[in-house]
């Protein structure tokens, strides 16, 4: 790289966490883990150049990689201290679980297509994310074997919390997930279980409008 192209890469990085800090993310731990991770890592090649930039972008399998305001947004949210076990459903690119990696003690993400699974493993890897596993599998099932998790974070749309998920979730976890249908106006809502003495109760806060791809059934018969 040319210190012309390493002086705009530092230029597109400050613009990148001044926009999180614009957006209302104030959270340092979370602002430093998004300083940490380089988006750049984990987009196609073919969006190196949007790479900083403040939107989703197209990943393969028709899939997405979220916004980084998004990312940090949910990752604010999800409350996660250095002792917890967090998962995650739909690896995507990996970047989310790169973001994770950073605050948890370790994180399991599930991804239902094979492609995306072995890339985003591989990019972990390089990146020296040791605390990551990628699951190739149906994140509606959750990952039963290494249940509870402290936090789950679900970052493709569905109209309600899958039961496996909210069983997997410790007493007193947080679940953040982009609830809606598949094409109309889908919130972000933070779930936190609690046990009373009449059962377990899941308490529901909605936050902000989103735009996610479909949480859908099963692991894909595409690669
Ligand atoms: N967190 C990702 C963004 C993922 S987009 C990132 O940081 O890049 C949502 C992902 O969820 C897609 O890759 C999609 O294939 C996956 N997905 C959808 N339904 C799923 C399911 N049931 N189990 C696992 N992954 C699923």
């Known amino acids: 790289m040319t210190s012309e192209n390493g002086q705009q890469n530092d230029i597109d990085r400050a ?6 800090r614009q957006r209302g993310i104030t959270d340092q731990t979370v602002l430093r883990a998004m300083e940490q991770v380089s988006r750049a890592d984990f987009v196609a090649s073919g969006s190196l150049a949007k790479a900083q930039a403040d939107q989703a972008l197209p990943i393969d399998c028709g899939q997405t990689i979220s916004q980084p305001y998004v990312v940090a947004y949910m990752t604010e949210r ?7 076990r967090v998962l995650e459903i739909g690896t995507g690119s990996g970047y989310q679980a ?6 948890a003690r370790e994180v399991v993400s599930i991804e239902r297509f094979r492609t995306l699974a072995d890339q985003a493993r591989e990019k972990l890897k390089t990146g020296a994310y040791d605390n990551v596993e990628v699951i190739h599998g149906d994140g509606m ?3 039963p074997d290494r249940a509870p998790f402290d936090r789950i974070i679900v970052t493709a749309a569905a109209e309600e919390a899958p039961a496996a998920l909210v069983e997997q979730l410790a007493d007193g976890g947080i679940m953040i997930m982009p609830r809606g249908p598949h094409n109309g106006p889908q919130h972000i809502v933070k779930l936190t279980k ?10 529901e806060e909605r936050l902000i409008a989103v735009r996610f791809v479909p949480l859908l059934p099963g692991r894909s018969r595409e690669l």
């Open 98 to 103: 790169a973001v994770l990696s950073e605050l």
């Open 194 to 203: 609690r046990q009373t003495p009449d059962g377990v109760v899941l308490d």
């Open 141 to 143: 099932a959750g990952c």
């Open 78 to 84: 999800l409350e996660v201290k250095p002792h917890h």
């Open 15 to 20: 613009g990148f966490l001044l926009t999180l």
